[in-house]
Each structure stands twice: as structure tokens, then as C-alpha cells.
């Protein structure tokens, strides 16, 4: 695998980034960026040029220069549904983009910035002569939709199911999963439970994602700070109850839900540590959560009438051996479970770089 790629994957408060040199990672780093420094800003959106020049300015104090950088690639952020794959940035994603059209989260700043980094790089080089030019993609957004259409009617016509999930760490693992036995994410069907900050439970049939919860829309499993699937009847008396607005409700759901609501905390690892020093409440939270990614785990087996390969438990959560275990042992009846923890987003996204360098990935357009 040959030449120099760049990683961008923007968070709350931080930019993480990668530099990858002949398919071998040189670095891997999180530029932090102080509450002091997002205030002066508006909103996320307008926080480009902060995080860009950081990006920058790292790249230069670690020897890297710029007109070197063969390619970027960026997360993908929250834009119109659209099929899993490789595409390349162009002006109707930004605006996309920019607009917020399918949300507004910091990710949204991954392509636009690297977008506005390839075009310097490209000018760079121009003004030495060299023709080579240097372009920003994305890897299977978050809003990657592939399910089968008769899984996204939901009770009510109203609330069509919709898919916001860890697509590129998933589809990632499945690929991972297939070369070890042997095989191509075609060839395999795979469930997939991502446990991060928010969990996500996916089936991977012949390459497509089929079905997945809403990560991000109060659907599917409790997280650290998720709340996942929830009583409807309730949510509905409170917010007609006008003792909350309806961004205190929506932070209830994503934000400040899951174990930060029960326990005040959104660390797995305080958890797991009190849950076996016999604290009950800590103890039950942790069985909750094991059951209810294991639900959906099973939920999803049952859309290919069982005929599932394998079933991966990766992201941050998955390092927890206690948890993997305890999910492990409900089903495991199912298919054989493998635990690749991690968030892996990196990787991933370099995996899909030097795939477009070597000409092995179809390059898709994006249409608003």
C-alpha cells in the first residue's frame, strides 16, 4: 500500500486525526480544544477554521508537510440518507453539510475541513510544478441507509424507522471478521452490537446493512448516556407535563439517559468495578444494559430466520471482559460471538483510503 493519508474525526471538544504512511500509521492524536476556546464560537458549525489551523499546526510542529498528503479522509457526517461506501466531497455534500439537513453534530466539520485541507494541498503543489492532485472523501456515514423497506415501517405511518448508527466501525469489523475466516463481507451474514457512548446493534447480510436502530433517535439499547428504546406512554405525558422543554426531553434521550441518569456517571469501568464490589444499584444498571443489547441482538437474528455466521461486540465498552461475557453467554446460541473492542474509526477510515489509491473501491457520488 503505497503513499500518505490523512485521518480527521472531529468530537465535542476534541479533533482526533491520523497520518498514515504506506499503509503503516505514523501517528494518532487528540487535539484537544478548551471550553475556553469553543465559547468564543456560536455553534460547532463555526468552528472550522479553529480546529483546521490546529490540525495544521500540529502537522507542521511533527514534521509532516502538507503538499505531501496524498489523501484525506474525513468521518462522515450527519447528511441525507445515503447507501454505505466511498464518496468523494464535493459541493452539494458541504452544503449538505453546513445546512445541518439530517442534524448538526461536530462530525459534520470532518469532510468540510478536509475538503478546504485537500485544496490547499492541491494549490501547494501546482505552485510547484507537481500535477498531482489531492482529494477529501468520506466512508460509510453515520447515516448510511441500506435497510430492506419492510423494516422501516414502524406501528404508525407518522414514525418511519430510520437508520443513525456506528456504520463505519461496524461495516469495518465485518470486513475484519470475513478475512479471518477466510471469506468477503459478501460472503457472510454478521450482527453486529457497538458499544460506545452510544450503542448500536446492526445485521450485515451479503455486504448490506439491513436493519439497525436509530443510535442517536431513541431507538434501540441504553448506553452510557443513551436512553435507548423507552416506554412511550410516559415520554408522551411528559412532555405535555410543562415541567421540561423540549431540549431538556431530547437531552434526556441522548445525552444525559443511560447510566448517566441512573448512576451519574457515563464510565463503564467505575461500573464494572462497583457492580463487583457488590453494589446493587451499580449491579443491576450493568445487567440492564447486558440485556438489553442482548435483546436486540437476538431481535435482529430473527430478520434472516436465524441464519447468522457470527455475532461481534466491539467499540470502547467491549475492553470490558465482565460485559462482553454476560452478552456472550445470552447469545451465544445464536452464532459464534467475537469481540473486537475498540472504537476502530481510524483504521477504518484509513482501510478505506488506500482502497480509493488502489483503484479497489467504486467512488460514489453524493445527490441531495
Do not use: W
Amino acid at each position: 500500500m503505497k503513499g500518505k493519508i490523512l485521518i480527521i474525526n472531529p468530537g465535542s471538544t476534541s479533533t482526533k486525526i491520523g497520518f498514515y504512511e504506506d499503509g503503516q500509521q505514523k501517528f494518532e492524536t487528540n487535539l484537544t480544544h478548551s471550553a475556553e476556546e469553543i465559547a468564543k464560537y456560536e455553534s460547532v458549525m463555526h468552528q472550522g477554521g479553529m480546529r483546521r489551523d490546529a490540525i495544521v499546526n500540529f502537522l507542521s510542529e511533527n514534521g509532516v508537510e502538507l503538499e505531501s498528503i496524498d489523501l484525506i479522509m474525513a468521518r462522515g457526517g450527519l447528511i441525507t440518507p445515503i447507501q454505505a461506501g466511498v464518496y468523494e466531497v464535493t459541493q452539494e455534500m458541504r452544503e449538505a453539510l453546513i445546512e445541518g439537513r439530517n442534524g448538526v453534530h461536530a462530525c459534520n466539520l470532518s469532510a468540510l475541513i478536509a475538503d478546504d485541507m485537500a485544496a490547499d494541498i492541491t494549490r501547494m503543489r501546482a505552485e510547484k510544478g507537481v500535477e498531482a492532485v489531492c482529494k477529501a472523501y468520506i466512508a460509510d456515514a453515520p447515516t448510511s441507509d441500506e435497510m430492506l423497506p419492510e423494516l422501516k415501517i414502524s406501528g404508525h405511518p407518522a414514525f418511519e424507522r430510520r437508520p443513525a448508527f456506528h456504520t463505519l466501525n461496524s461495516r469495518a469489523m465485518v470486513r475484519r471478521y470475513a478475512r479471518n475466516v477466510g471469506k468477503t463481507n459478501k460472503d457472510v451474514t454478521v450482527i453486529v452490537a457497538h458499544m460506545g457512548g452510544g450503542s448500536s446493534v446492526s445485521i450485515h447480510r451479503n455486504g448490506y446493512v439491513i436493519d439497525v436502530n436509530d443510535a442517536l433517535g431513541g431507538d434501540g439499547p441504553m448506553s452510557p448516556e443513551r436512553a435507548g428504546s423507552i416506554p412511550a406512554f410516559p415520554l408522551v405525558e411528559m412532555c405535555f407535563s410543562g415541567q421540561y422543554s423540549k431540549a431538556e426531553i431530547k437531552k434526556m434521550l441522548v445525552g444525559k439517559g443511560g447510566a448517566v441518569a441512573h448512576l451519574g456517571t457515563n464510565d463503564f469501568r467505575e461500573i464494572v468495578a462497583k457492580a463487583q464490589a457488590g453494589e446493587k444499584a451499580y449491579a443491576d444498571f450493568l445487567q440492564a444494559f447486558c440485556v438489553s443489547v442482548a435483546k436486540y441482538i437476538g431481535a435482529m437474528a430473527t430478520v434472516v430466520c436465524g441464519k447468522v455466521d457470527a455475532i461481534v461486540l466491539t467499540g470502547g465498552i467491549a475492553y470490558s471482559e465482565p460485559i462482553t461475557s454476560a452478552i456472550a453467554e445470552m447469545v451465544k446460541f445464536i452464532a459464534p460471538v467475537e469481540v473486537y473492542a475498540g472504537e476502530n474509526e481510524l483504521e477504518s477510515l484509513a482501510e478505506n483510503g488506500y482502497g480509493i489509491l488502489a483503484g479497489e473501491f467504486e467512488i460514489k457520488r453524493y445527490q441531495k
